[in-house]
């Protein structure tokens, strides 16, 4: 068997063999403060419709309650930084701004082969067993990345890297083996708070600190219902996700663009028209976001996001696409239509709004017509 410091040698240069920037080993037992965290953040109930984290959460808190036999945990994590700047589009309002990480191919397929190659040699060279996480299982990869000296955790409560600033995806590798850990990487935020102060929503109550239930990313990817009312303005033309609290960091200066093929942006994901999403058959959705991570949340939440985008537009050409989604089979489309025809067109909305509100059978969606009638709701 390999020794253990060869071994671990031989992972991290296989890691780079497989296109991750990084790798470095950690304990199990190295976040024993992760889990009070996690209870304070679900007792505020700030983690708001996400109920898989609560019945997730004693796994969460220690890796090896997820898998008692762990000895060591190889982090990896790969560069996917922009190749310009992704806050531009935000000036673009007929257009719809999908988070960096969304515009390729899905990280999870991209990532896990890989993580399950290097795993494989792993255990040829040095015995033992191994299992792959990459976002798909209860493991607080960024509590562990920066115990193995990854990064740290930033204000914005992401990770965040001296060498690669904000733009990491994350993998891990648990293993049976004993390898040498690294050393944990210290704070480099000081007094910079860039990434609270450009947050649209105020989503962070204090550094370190995140309400997902303001969340532009929570919002717009792990919400399902309609969107609060107050917060939909703030949200502007963002479609999937946001990145303005990763974009500012002043630590990407020191980044480079992601060298991945299949994670690179599709032309068609940089900036795609509102006008023409809003268009989009369940047909049409599938094969614009085929491979992409976008696709998880459906047609109908993807329409959601879109038409509070056309809303934010100022466009007022834009309602006669938000108009015919008036009569879209999902309540959560129909709701978001009438509040962007409200706010582009409401002397055409009060025409047949009435109407249309006594016809109406979802509970939500007649809301939605009270508060464009400006009636009182319950």
Known sequence: MTAPAALKAAIIAAARDHGFEVAAVVRPDAIPDAGRGLAAFLASGAHGDMTWMEAT?????????????????????????????????????????ISVYAQGDDYHEVIKPRLKAIARMMVAAGGGDAKVFVDTAPVMEKPLAAQAGLGWQGKHTNLVSRELGSWLFLGAIFTTLELPADAPERDHCGSCRACLDVCPTAAFPAPYRLDARRC???????????????????IGNRIYGCDDCLAVCPWNKFARAGRDAKLAARDQL?????????????????????????????????????????????????????????????????????????????????????????????????????????????
Do not use: C, Q
Request: hydrophobic share 45%; net charge positive; charged share 35%.
């Open 57 to 97: 959460a004693a796994r969460r808190s220690d890796p090896r309650a997820l898998w008692d036999e762990v000895r060591t945990i190889v982090m990896l994590g790969l560069n996917y930084g922009p190749d310009r700047d992704p806050l531009d589009i935000l000036g673009r309002p007929d257009r719809g701004a």
């Open 216 to 234: 532009i990313s929570y919002l717009t990817i792990e919400h399902k219902g309609p969107i609060r009312h107050d917060l939909r303005p703030l």
């Open 270 to 378: 940089r900036a795609p028209r509102l006008r023409d999403l809003a268009r989009l058959d369940d047909a049409g959705f599938r094969r614009l976001f085929a491979k992409s991570p976008v696709k998880r949340i459906g047609r109908d939440r993807f329409l959601r996001n879109v038409l509070i985008a056309i809303g934010n537009s100022g466009d007022p050409s834009l309602a006669d696409d938000a108009e015919r989604l008036l009569d879209d089979p999902a309540p959560v489309v129909r709701g978001a239509a009438i509040w962007a025809v409200a706010v582009l067109a409401p002397r055409r909305l009060a025409g047949f709004a009435r109407a249309r509100r006594h016809d109406e059978t979802d509970a939500a969606v007649r809301r939605e017509w009270d508060v464009a009638l400006g009636e009182p709701v319950a």
